[in-house]
């Protein structure tokens, strides 16, 4: 209850108006200004991955990333479990891509979500405890 069903995420993922929420249109090169989010082709999306523990974690969601047509770069941090997306909106919609993520066994929420926020506090919490419960031994 209360969950969007796969259907409805990616509904709400490939939904123009939703973009701003986890993404920033990219300005083209040689222009001035700020982009128009309604003309941008190229968005530079965040997103926290749930389910990275390791360095070789990291390489295996960016090469998920990248495996994807109208990605052109992903940036991906094993320790902060999050991931910089920079694609094209008429190549590719983000659906795609976060299925590409949740294909390599790892779970993409766009990084703004206040849940997504929480678990990585709570995380980092409990691996603090334990560090100081085995330092204290």
Known sequence: PGE???????SVLDDPQEWAAFSEPVKAQGTSGTSNPDEAQEWCSYISVEGMHCAACALNVEAALLGVAGVNRAEVDASSK???VQWRADQVQPSRWFEAVKQAGYEAIPAHDPLSRIKRQVETRLVVWQWE???KK
């Open 4 to 10: 969007l069903s796969s259907a409805d995420m990616k």
């Open 82 to 84: 999050c991931a910089r």
């Open 133 to 135: 419960k085995r330092t």
